[in-house]
């Protein structure tokens, strides 16, 4: 099956600043990159996602960008605030027929106000 | 739409006893996912169904474990006999299709087993 690995595991950081979260994964016919964030007690909830003929993806403060030739994808959050503390996963998989699909452990995100 | 349904939220019940977990997708959607989570283990994909189709168990632990999708708005997960090492919360999302696609996560149902 897939590996799939976050860094940090944990992350703190103050407000209005960034934060980035990497994850590589070793599978590669991957080609759908999902980041999801999922706040104390709730569900899990996608933020944004990319597909593997994009190299990168922004909406508002969230970005995400994606190295094939490496296998790894990463979340980036600017002016960060406390509503963004929760935990962050990333779900590489592949498509329909072979579907491999796994989370990654998490990283979790403590902004500091 | 009221998004993905599960029931109960909470479960709590004695070792050896069957656990019965369901889910109602969002309709129209084509594939759903059952999911456990655990401190020790995080988010763990335990079987998919496309089309009320299972396509993928691999992620099932044991025979104790069983999931059905009868119909395209209804499916359960059992555990029979339940452990304690089960307690976990267990998530069940639906999509669109497999690929390419936004998971909706129902709210979980946190089962305890003693």
């Known amino acids: 099956g897939e590996n799939v690995e976050q860094h940090p595991s944990t992350l703190s950081v103050q407000e209005g600043d960034s934060a980035v979260i990497k994850c590589t994964y070793s599978?590669?016919?991957?080609?759908?990159f999902p980041w999801y964030k999922q706040e104390l007690g709730k569900r899990p909830q996608l933020i944004i996602d990319?597909?593997?003929?994009?190299g990168e993806k922004k909406d508002q403060r969230i970005a995400v960008t994606l190295n094939k030739t490496a296998k790894h994808f990463s979340l980036h959050i600017t002016e960060t605030q406390p509503e963004d503390s929760a935990v962050y996963f990333c779900?590489?998989?592949?498509?329909?027929?072979?579907?491999?699909?796994?989370f990654g452990k998490g990283t979790k995100l403590s902004v500091i106000p | 739409d009221a998004g993905v349904i599960q029931s109960p939220r909470h479960e709590v019940t004695e070792m050896g006893q069957e656990v019965t977990l369901r889910c109602k997708p969002i309709?129209?959607?084509?594939?759903l996912f059952w999911y456990r989570q655990t401190m020790m283990r995080g988010l763990e994909l335990l079987i998919y169904?496309?089309?009320?189709?299972?396509?993928?168990d691999s992620g099932m632990p044991e025979d104790r474990f069983s999931a059905k999708m009868p119909n395209a708005s209804f499916s359960t997960l059992k555990i029979q006999p339940s452990e304690p090492r089960d307690s976990a919360v267990y998530f069940c999302?639906?999509?669109?299709?497999?690929?390419?696609?936004?998971?909706?996560f129902g709210p979980g149902t946190r089962l305890t087993v003693l």
């Open positions: 999302a639906s999509s669109l299709t497999d690929t390419y696609n936004e998971q909706f």
């Open positions: 599978d590669s016919a991957s080609n759908y």
């Open positions: 990319i597909r593997s003929n994009v």
């Open positions: 779900a590489p998989h592949s498509g329909a027929g072979s579907y491999q699909l796994t």
């Open positions: 309709s129209g959607h084509n594939s």
């Open positions: 169904f496309n089309n009320n189709v299972p396509i993928d």
